[in-house]
Structure formats: structure tokens, C-alpha cells
């Protein structure tokens, strides 16, 4: 260990101090050239220095004296005091040496006495005449030129100043200088080698070291060894990142412990055999099932290849197989393989290849499942198949049965339908002429009794056969364009009347629907809402119904509603909410219970909502009130538009007064919804309180209108009118008394307390539109259209009035306008445009003739002819071509001899006659199943009516199929 550590200590000093070494000595070197460089250059200095300094003195001393005994004692003189070696004068014209610090070399020729280094850098002085220099044999030559005077012509005359300066002593001492330098160099880096190794031994190695025998540690024990070495340096961050590592790795050890662990009881609980063998045949892994079935510990499976205590032909198989898994194939196949008990399993062995990244094969999982008890269940199945395929045929004969006895069930409920209804046609239809009559008032609430007592029987019966057709799958559910506002406005008036004659408050809250125009079945929508608002409505002595809507676009045209029915009455005991929604369930169906009912109705309801894709759902506390919550799946209509106010309300002030905070939270969301300034006060006293802050508040403004409701606690909605129309301030205020249903106060008595307008609770869209219409200082004529009826707001000058579907319906609203308008509008058709109608009533049963006649003739119609049969029918049509036409056929379906079905399709193949071919055909019939009224459709009838009559429905069918002329357009196919 002290060696790898050693090794690993030089190896590292030698890595960091390797580096700073080199840097050194690269540092040295450049500085000993640039030093070698420098002394060069000084040496040289000091050489131009001193030959300049011979030339300049020779120079000074041959102005003065220029005989040749002076010049010889001053070159001597100038070599004395110089490191000069050799010194002469030539003349340039004749090279005779004129002044030398040798005098022997005077007076001779410069070949004689010079070198040859002399000789040649005298010459290319001469040659370049200009000043030369060369270094031989640590001598520098130099030449110069000088001007000396000849005495004899008194003429200056050109001579040349040669010198050998010896340069060893420079030489000397520039060696000196350097070597003292590079030796204190050395002595610095190694001092600095000295103490970086220190330091890294000490603060880098020494740390190091211990963090690697704590590695070496914790490599030799399971345990978990942390390292003590603490630093704020990044050896600190290591040793912690050391510590954290371990600990993180001893967890994960820890979980893939437990992984292993869990893998193993796995593969040791799963009920095959399983094991791995890998390429070179031997066990790597076994579960204990493999180890049971060969009585054997897993050791026994090490260097095995196939299994032990097994025959050679068995063994051959396995190994065939074993060898094509380990080629890269799955192998699958069955075998018996005997035991060491002696006994024999039947198997299906599965050799499954294990491949790496490079689809080389490393092994093959081997998974064995015993056969022996499917073998056993196949033998047992094939004695089973004969007797299931026996029973198969007694089976047979059952469904035979049973599709009889569906449609048995399905004739029998078509037949109650039609025989149930056809004498509450009669029951129902003869109290209504009644009540047409002149009575006394006892009768006449004997007759309302009646009947009353004859709807709700009525009632009873379609709940029966709706559940049964929900229930026999025979519902069908229409997908038509229906206005969702409309439909709630029109439900909430319906339910209006019967919920406020109890005290109870009906509040609807559609804020939350943008889109109106929807596609579904509106009428098993409102049913959905009528069996529920119903039943909270009779569980319900006081407080309030509010119902809410919410429409979410979902995409793909699709939209959900989301209805919450809330109610403050008597609550469901906990018990009974689970089966509230089960068919003839009821809270109390106890003989002395309260309420009645036949507990069909939120059955109905659920099983509508799912076949909506929805459900529903109820939450409720006893004596504090239910919550029924459900949705339905639509669809957006692609005509839908936006709903729109009338006017613009970014700038409209509005107040609502209303002591019932369900129905002003409802008003507040709608119309804060559409961009008014919506302002809400609990009662009377607080509104006059708003408006006359408004007064003096110098930056504020009046209310545009006031929305008040007539029944409150502390001042009731007449009281507080009449105070404000008493203010002079508030004048140009609009107010708007929002009534009960059954207000009986009349338009005219409104109008004289200062009221703009008026309409009943619960609010529509309708009457919020029309109140807002207010807004527009413009003249105002204005009509709704809706799926199937039509709400018409009708202005004049002084009775102002808006019919809903009857046109004695007293005036919703008035507004103080001068405005002329159509009256077609409002009245509805005269009496004397169905006088010209000639009916063809065909029916056999003489009550519901009577009806008939009784309704025909309460609209006016006197022309009517009866046939009891088909065949009765075509003998009058024949007639009717040579005498005056059927303007329209009242069918009934089922007749003797021949039924309506029959006689519709002969009219309509010409049988009666050609001009009665398109005569319009509607079927007044008692059967009220799915598939009866596009049975009626297929037979050629025109349109459809149920049993029992309703006198409007009645009367509509007439004027759209008589005075309406619409059979002009009709074909048959």
C-alpha cells in the first residue's frame, strides 16, 4: 500500500512540478540569451566608445602637429592608455605606414609588415571608402579614414587609421556577469522547486493521501466509512462530495438490495419454473420452483447444462432446443419430463435468447409452466363439450322463447298504451268541452277536480311506459336545433306558477350560457328538468328553487351542460340516497306517508341522462335541502351565434332590489355578464338610500333603470315605486316591477304608479332583453322567434302589450312609446279561417268521436264527416271528388277491418281517388312507443298526434296543415 502510494505521490509531484520545472527553465533560457545579448551589445558600446574615442584624439592631435614624429609619439601614446593592440597611419596613395606604436613597421610598405586579415579589410576600406570592422583571434580590426596635412604641398591628403583592439578582457568579463547571473537563477528555482513541492505535499498530497487510504478503507469494509478531511478549499468540496457519494451509493445498494431481494421472492412465488443459462450452457440462475421440481440445492446447478436426473431422450430434445436459443431463436415446445419421484410432468418449455447492443446472444431465459392440470382440464373440457353442446340446443329453444316473450311484452305495452289512452282521451277531452260550458262555480271546480285527477293519472301512465320503453331499450332520442334560453324561459314560466302558489321562490340562473341555439332532444331535456324541479319543488314548504345552468364548449362541436337543481326543503335522510334513483323507490313508502309519487321519476331522469352521456347525482342534509347535479352531453348548433343584450351596457347603471339573494346573485351575474354597471340592494330602504348617494355623490350618476321585486319584507316593490316617482330627482329613472305569476294587478294599474314595464318571475332572457330594450331612446318593435312558438313584444301608444302563445294573456311589459305595429302580430288567426276547413274525421270509437267533434266544433269547424274504418274512409273520399273536397284527414290508427295504416298508404296510391292523393293525412293515436310515430310517417300519414288530444296542439296541427296550405307542398315518395 505504501508503494501505490509513494508511486502515486511521485507520480503526481512529478506532474505538478514537471510543469513549473519546464516553465522555469524556458524562463532561464530566454533570459540568458536576452542577458548574452545585452553584454554583447555593451561590449560592443564600449569598443565603438573607445575607437572613437583613439580616432577623435588622433584627429585633435594632427590639427595641431602633423610632422611624423609627432603622430608616432601620439599613436603610442593613444595605445599606452587603451586596450589597443596595434595602431597605425597609412598614406592612402602610396601605403607606406606613416605613424605605427611599433616603429619598426614605419616608413615600410602595409604588405610587408600587416596580416592578412589587415591587409584584406585595408583593401575594402579602400575599395568602399568607408569605415570597416572584423573580428579575428579575439581582436577587433577597425579602419578609419583621416585628412592629414603634407608639409611639403601644404595640401591635405587622404590616410587610413588602422587599430586592433583586443576584446578579451570584455570577453572576461561578460562570461563573469552571466555565469554569476545564471547561478543565482539556479539558486532561485531550485529554492522555488523547494517550496512548491513543500506546499503541494503538505496542502495538496498530504490530503490526497488520506483521502485515498479512506477509499481504500471503505473498499475492504461493508460498512460505511466517511472521510475526516475538512477544508474550505476544493480538497473540502471532494471530501464532502466523497462522503455524500457513498452515502447516496450505500442507499442505492440498500434499495437495489431490496429490489434483489423483492426479484427474488418474485421469481421464487411466480407458479413457473424459471432460470438463465448463458452461452457457455451453465446455470447462472434458478428459481425455487426449478430447484423443487429436481429435489436439488442450486449449487447442484453450477457447470450444468440441462437438467439433472434426466433420460438421454429427453436430454436430446432439450439440448436441440437449448442450441437453436443460443443460435438467436425463440424456442417454444412441449414436453413430459420425468421427476425424481418417479412421477411425470407435462410442460411447455420456453427458451427465450438474451442479446446485447450488438445483437450478439449472452444467454437464454428458460421459463417452465406445468401442463399437467390443462391436460387434465382439456380431457375434462372434451367430456364437458358434448354435454355444453346439448345444452347449447336446450339454450337455443330458451332464446326462441324469450325473443317471443320480448315481443309479447313490447305488443303488450303498445296494446296498454292504446287501450289506456283511448278512454282518457274520452275522460279528459269530454271535461274539457264541459269546461267550454256554462256551469255553475260548484260544478265548475268539480270539473277542474276531475280534471286534474285526470292529467295526473295521465301522468302516471307516461312515467309507466317511459320507464318501460327506457328500460326495453326502445328510447330514441331526437337530435334536433333548439334555443337552450328559449327552453329554460319557457320551462321556468311553466313551473313558475306552480312553485310561487306554495310560497317557494323559483330562481333561474343562466349567466353561464353564451351559446344558445344547441342541437339534442329538447324535450327529453325538459322532462329531465321537470321530473327534478318537480320534486323539489313538493318536497318544498318555503325558501326557494334555483336552477343553474353551466354550457361548456368542449371542441369538435360537442358541449356539456351541467344543471344544479337546489332546494330548500325537507332534505333526504342519508339512508335513502343510495337508492333514490332506483325505479318505484321512494323516501317515505310508508300507506300514512305525505307525499305521493310513483318513484319513477328520478329513475327516468337518470336513465335519460345517461342515454345523454351524462349522469346525475345528489347531495343533501335532512331539514336543510337537496342538490340534484347533472349533465348532458350536446352538441353546438353550427347556426349558433353569440347571445347579444339589445343595447350597448359598457355605460348603463342598473340597480336590482331583490330580499332574495339567490335571484339578485342570478340578475347581478347575468347582466354584470353583459357589460352593465349592476349595483344590488336586499330591500327598499337600501335602494332610496343608493339613489340618494347617487345625488350627492358630484362624480357619480343615476341608476338608467331599477329592477325591483314585488314582494319584500321591509317595503314591497309598489311602495318603493311610488317613492321614487315621488322624487322629482329620480324621474328619468326607468323602474321595473318584476311580480309574481299569478299577479292579477293589470298593466294599466302599473302604469298609473310610474312603472315603465313589468314581467313575472322567474326571469327570462326574454324579459331582460325587452326591459333593457328600454335603453334605446329609438322607436321599438321587436319579435322573437324560437323553435316552435313565437313571443311577440307589441308597443302602442298607450297599451303596449306581449303575447305568449294565447292571445288573451294580459301585458308583460309596457313601454311608454308611440309606435304603430302590425296587428297580425298579435292577434291570432280568426275562427272564421277554419270554418272553410271540411274534416274527415276516421274513427271508431264513438267517445273520442265525440271529443273530436266537441274540439272541431269549438274552433269553429261545423263541416265534418265519420268514418268508422278505412274502408268507410276511401267510400267518402271517392264521394267527396263529385260534391266539395276534404280540406284534411284525422286518422286513427287502430281500427277494425282496416286499420289507419292501411287506409293512409291506399289514399296515397290513388285508391280514393287522385284528387285526394295529397290530401293531408295527421294520426290522432293512442299508442305512444318508440317507433310509433315513424310508423305513422313510412304509412304515408302527414303528421302525428297523441292520445289523449291537447286542444292546442290540436289547433296548431290544423292551422298548419289547413289554413296554412302546407299540403300544396307535400309529396309522397
Known amino acids: 500500500m505504501q508503494k501505490n502510494e509513494n508511486k502515486f505521490t511521485s507520480s503526481l509531484s512529478l506532474k505538478l512540478n514537471g510543469i513549473l520545472l519546464l516553465i522555469c527553465f524556458i524562463v532561464l533560457g530566454t533570459s540568458s540569451v536576452y542577458l548574452t545579448q545585452m553584454l554583447d551589445r555593451q561590449i560592443d558600446q564600449k569598443i565603438e566608445s573607445s575607437t572613437n574615442s583613439i580616432i577623435d584624439s588622433l584627429t585633435i592631435a594632427v590639427h595641431i602637429d602633423t610632422s611624423n614624429h609627432s603622430l608616432s609619439r601620439v599613436v603610442s601614446t593613444l595605445v599606452a592608455n587603451s586596450d589597443t593592440h596595434h595602431l597605425s597611419i597609412i598614406a592612402n596613395d602610396t601605403q607606406v605606414i606613416v605613424a605605427d606604436n611599433n616603429h619598426s613597421f614605419i616608413g615600410q610598405q602595409t604588405k610587408d609588415v600587416f596580416t592578412v586579415a589587415e591587409q584584406q579589410l585595408l583593401i575594402e576600406h579602400l575599395e568602399n571608402s568607408s569605415s570597416n570592422m572584423k573580428i579575428e583571434n579575439s581582436l577587433l580590426l577597425k ?86 478531511l475538512t477544508s474550505n478549499d476544493e480538497l473540502g468540496i471532494l471530501s464532502e462530495e466523497y462522503n455524500q457519494l457513498i452515502q447516496v451509493n450505500a442507499q442505492k445498494e440498500q434499495e437495489l438490495r431490496g429490489m434483489l431481494k423483492y426479484v427474488d421472492s418474485i421469481t421464487d412465488a411466480v407458479p413457473v419454473s424459471l432460470a438463465y443459462i448463458d452461452k457457455n450452457q451453465q446455470y447462472r440462475f434458478v428459481n425455487k420452483k426449478y430447484r423443487r421440481w429436481f429435489n436439488v440445492s442450486i449449487d447442484d446447478f453450477s457447470g450444468e447444462t440441462i437438467p439433472i436426473r434426466l433420460k438421454n431422450k429427453v436430454n436430446d430434445v432439450i439440448q436441440s432446443n437449448i442450441e437453436q436459443a443460443l443460435a438467436g431463436q425463440l424456442v417454444e415446445f412441449e ?200 320534486n323539489a319543488a313538493k318536497f318544498t314548504n318555503d325558501g326557494e328553487v334555483v336552477i343553474q345552468v353551466v354550457l361548456t364548449n368542449e371542441g369538435d362541436e360537442n358541449c356539456r351542460l351541467d344543471f344544479r337543481v337546489s332546494d330548500t326543503g325537507i332534505g333526504i335522510p342519508k339512508n335513502s340516497i343510495s337508492t333514490l334513483f332506483d325505479s318505484f323507490s321512494q323516501v317515505d313508502a310508508s300507506t300514512t306517508r305525505k307525499f305521493g309519487g310513483t318513484g319513477l321519476g328520478l329513475a327516468i331522469a337518470k336513465k335519460l341522462c345517461q342515454l345523454m352521456g351524462g349522469d346525475i347525482e345528489v347531495t343533501s342534509l335532512e331539514n336543510e335541502g337537496s342538490h340534484f347535479s347533472f349533465h348532458v352531453i350536446l352538441q353546438i348548433s353550427s347556426a349558433s351565434t353569440k ?32 357589460g352593465a354597471n349592476v349595483v344590488t340592494a336586499t330591500g327598499g330602504v337600501e335602494a332610496i338610500k343608493m339613489c340618494e348617494e347617487r345625488i350627492k355623490d358630484a362624480n357619480g350618476s343615476l341608476f338608467d333603470m331599477i329592477l325591483i321585486d314585488m314582494e319584500m319584507d321591509d317595503m314591497d316593490g309598489i311602495q318603493l315605486g311610488k317613492e321614487l316617482n315621488s322624487d322629482p330627482r329620480f324621474k328619468t329613472v326607468k323602474l321595473i316591477l318584476m311580480t309574481p305569476m299569478n299577479y292579477k294587478g293589470g298593466a294599466q294599474y302599473i302604469t298609473e304608479l310610474g312603472f315603465s314595464g313589468y314581467f313575472p318571475k322567474p326571469t327570462t332572457t326574454l324579459d331582460l332583453f325587452s326591459a333593457l330594450s328600454l335603453m334605446n331612446k329609438a322607436e321599438i318593435t321587436q319579435t322573437e322567434k324560437y323553435t316552435g312558438t313565437e ?183
Not at 347571445?643 to 350597448?648: E, K, L, M
Not at 274534416?839 to 265525440?850: C, I
Request: with cysteine; glycine share 4%; proline share 3%.
Open 791 to 973: 313571443k311577440v313584444l307589441a308597443i302602442t301608444g298607450n297599451t303596449s302589450s306581449v303575447v305568449n302563445n294565447e292571445p288573451s294573456q294580459e301585458s308583460r311589459l309596457i313601454i311608454k312609446s308611440s309606435v304603430t305595429i302590425d296587428r297580425s302580430l298579435i292577434d291570432p288567426p280568426h275562427n272564421r279561417d277554419l270554418e272553410n276547413l271540411r274534416v274527415l274525421l276516421v274513427e271508431d270509437n264513438k267517445v273520442n268521436r265525440m271529443v273530436a267533434k266537441g274540439l272541431l266544433n269549438k274552433f269553429g269547424i261545423t263541416s265534418i264527416d265519420f268514418a268508422i274504418n278505412g274502408y268507410a274512409a276511401i267510400d267518402l273520399l271517392k264521394e267527396s271528388q263529385n260534391n266539395l273536397p276534404y280540406s284534411i284527414i284525422l286518422m286513427d290508427c287502430q281500427m277494425p277491418e282496416m286499420d289507419g295504416y292501411e287506409a293512409s298508404r291506399n289514399i296515397r296510391e290513388g285508391n280514393a281517388g287522385e284528387s285526394n292523393k295529397y290530401l293531408p293525412i295527421i294520426a290522432m293515436t293512442a299508442n305512444a312507443m318508440s317507433g310509433d310515430k315513424e310508423k305513422c310517417l313510412s304509412a304515408g300519414m302527414t303528421d302525428y298526434l297523441s292520445k289523449p288530444i291537447v286542444p292546442e296542439q290540436f289547433l296548431k296541427m290544423l292551422k298548419l296543415w289547413g289554413i296554412d296550405k302546407k299540403a300544396a307542398n307535400y309529396s309522397v315518395d
Open 143 to 228: 579602419v578609419a579614414k583621416i585628412n592629414l596635412i603634407d608639409n611639403n604641398i601644404m595640401r591635405l591628403r587622404p590616410h587610413t587609421v588602422l587599430f586592433s583592439y583586443d576584446i578579451t578582457p570584455l570577453k572576461l568579463a561578460e562570461e563573469q556577469e552571466l555565469y554569476s547571473l545564471l547561478v543565482v537563477s539556479f539558486g532561485a528555482i531550485a529554492m522555488i522547486m523547494f517550496l512548491v513541492n513543500l506546499t503541494h505535499r503538505y496542502v495538496l498530497l498530504s490530503p490526497l493521501s488520506i483521502l485515498i487510504n479512506t477509499i481504500k478503507m471503505q473498499k475492504e469494509t461493508d460498512g460505511l466509512l466517511l472521510s475526516k
Open 335 to 534: 414436453i413430459q419430463i420425468p421427476l425424481f419421484d418417479g412421477s411425470k410432468k407435462d410442460v411447455n418449455i420456453t427458451y427465450t435468447p438474451h442479446f446485447n447492443d450488438e445483437s450478439q446472444v449472452l444467454g437464454i431465459f428458460v421459463c417452465i409452466d406445468d401442463m399437467s392440470k390443462t391436460k387434465e382440464s382439456e380431457h375434462q373440457l372434451a367430456a364437458y363439450a358434448q354435454e355444453i353442446e346439448f345444452n347449447n340446443w336446450a339454450l337455443e329453444d330458451e332464446k326462441e322463447k324469450a325473443v317471443e316473450a320480448s315481443k309479447a311484452k313490447s305488443q303488450f305495452l303498445a296494446s296498454m298504451s292504446h287501450e289506456i289512452r283511448t278512454p282518457m282521451n274520452g275522460v279528459i277531452g269530454m271535461l274539457g268541452l264541459l269546461s267550454g260550458g256554462t256551469l255553475t262555480s260548484e260544478q265548475q271546480h268539480r270539473v277542474d277536480v276531475a280534471h286534474g285527477s285526470a292529467h295526473s293519472l295521465l301522468s302516471l301512465i307516461n312515467d309507466i311506459l317511459d320507464f318501460s320503453k327506457v328500460d326495453a331499450g326502445k328510447m330514441d332520442l331526437e337530435s334536433i336545433d333548439f334555443d337552450l334560453r328559449k327552453m329554460l324561459g319557457d320551462f321556468s314560466e311553466s313551473m313558475g306558477l306552480q312553485v310561487q302558489e306554495k310560497g317557494v321562490e323559483l330562481v333561474l340562473d343562466i349567466a353561464e350560457i353564451d351559446e344558445s341555439l344547441i342541437k339534442g332532444d329538447s324535450n327529453r331535456l325538459r322532462q329531465i328538468l321537470t321530473n327534478i324541479v318537480s
Open 643 to 674: 347571445i347579444i343584450p339589445p343595447v350597448a351596457l359598457d355605460k348603463v347603471n342598473l340597480l336590482v332590489v331583490d330580499d332574495n339573494a339567490s335571484n339578485r346573485a342570478a340578475l347581478n351575474s347575468q347582466l354584470t355578464h353583459w
